[in-house]
């Protein structure tokens, strides 16, 4: 009975696209308790569906929040759980998004209520497209990374706290040495084993609004830090493609960058307002556009002055595998042309709290 109970109420609502077909399937698995096994196992085989088709828990869950409600990312996160048990073992990063998962429960309510939102989540699960699969390179030194990179995510974290220039640039600073220091000690390590390591991929979010120019400043962050970055506008990410260590760097120098990127741009439209100026999206898009480009400016130039002479054949050899590797991912892209661009006291603003940002000069390595 409970089979056929969900197999009915699938046949309504997820094949269908109106509310009264989800309705209809709502209504048979209210009526029917004993259907409420089957119904999450069956959310467990979406879930591990999603995975074969190139899709990792943090990518689920952000479309869920993305295109559905909290009650549906609770539920996500409790399928994704539960189906835990019966998948495979992965690498570092994809526990990390596991770790990161909500631990709270989808709030009580009626039969109905629980099983229309349910089968709105499973609506979007059957939907997701394809992507490419992110194969996780194993880490050799899983210990001293989790240490650099928990010393750089706090001298960041300090960076975008403090209200003293002169302290978060010496902050940043030093979180960029550190960053340009792990990067060339895993190249030189891996140059000298007899099997190197292969470049890796990840997916971060380009969450709206601007995320056109939010797109922008990730390419820029990842050009920086000798990755390659491609963005799926319809989807709300870009995947990144390089190095271990040089993919931790960017998902930390990006993030840190928005942060201040909002604070400079809230402090910009103060002013303002105060000057009898009314800004709006046109004046924020605009001022996140030029902070994306000159951010780029300023991490391509300093990226001019981080190495010697002879680190240069090995890191050409490691940016000629990230660029194979991008290229066997997607063999098309094309290119967008950044839109909405007319605030010219935005583009102003957003180019001077650029100069400010810490993304601060390395020395030399040798």
């Not at 050009?223 to 491609?230: D, E, G, L, W």
């Amino acid at each position: 009975m409970s089979s056929s109970t969900v197999e009915r109420a699938f046949q309504a609502a997820l094949y269908g696209d109106t509310d009264t077909a989800l309705d209809s399937g709502a209504s048979l698995l209210a009526a029917d308790p004993s259907a409420d096994a089957e119904l999450a196992r069956r959310g467990q085989e979406f879930v591990a569906t999603a995975w074969r088709r190139g899709w990792q828990p943090a990518d689920v869950v952000r479309i869920v929040r993305r295109e559905l409600d909290d009650v549906h990312v609770r539920l996500v996160s409790a399928l994704i759980r539960a189906q835990l048990p019966d998948d495979r073992p992965r690498g570092p990063r994809w526990t990390a998004q596991l770790d990161e998962l909500t631990a709270e429960a989808p709030p009580s309510t009626d039969r109905f209520s629980h099983a229309t939102a349910v089968l709105e989540l499973y609506r979007l699960l059957l939907s997701l497209p394809a992507l490419e699969p992110l194969d996780e390179p194993s880490s050799r030194h899983p210990k001293s990374e989790s240490r650099m990179l928990t010393r750089i995510r706090a001298l960041l974290a300090k960076a975008e706290a403090t209200g003293f220039p002169e302290e978060a640039e010496a902050l940043s600073a030093k979180a960029q040495e550190l960053m340009a220091r792990h990067s060339i000690d895993e190249a030189l390590l891996a140059g000298q084993a007899s099997t190197a390591d292969v470049p890796g991929a990840c997916r971060i979010g380009v969450e709206p609004p601007y995320e056109q120019a939010k797109a922008v400043l990730l390419d820029a962050v990842a050009t920086a830090n000798h990755c390659r970055a491609v963005w799926n506008e319809p989807l709300g990410f870009s995947t990144v493609v390089g190095f271990d260590p040089d993919l931790e760097a960017v998902e930390l120098l990006y993030t840190s960058l928005l942060v201040q990127a909002q604070t400079a741009m809230t402090k910009a439209e103060a002013a303002q307002r105060a000057g009898g100026r009314r800004r709006t999206k046109t004046f924020r898009q605009s001022f996140l556009a030029a902070y994306a480009h000159r951010v780029g400016t300023r991490l391509a130039a300093a990226a001019e002055t981080q190495v010697t002479g002879d680190l240069l054949p090995v890191l050409a050899s490691r940016e000629l595998a990230v660029t194979g590797r991008l290229d066997r991912m997607f063999p098309e892209t094309t290119t967008t042309r950044l839109r909405g661009v007319t605030d010219a006291a935005g583009w102003t603003e957003g180019a001077e709290a650029a100069d400010r940002a810490q993304v601060g000069r390395r020395k030399p390595l040798r």
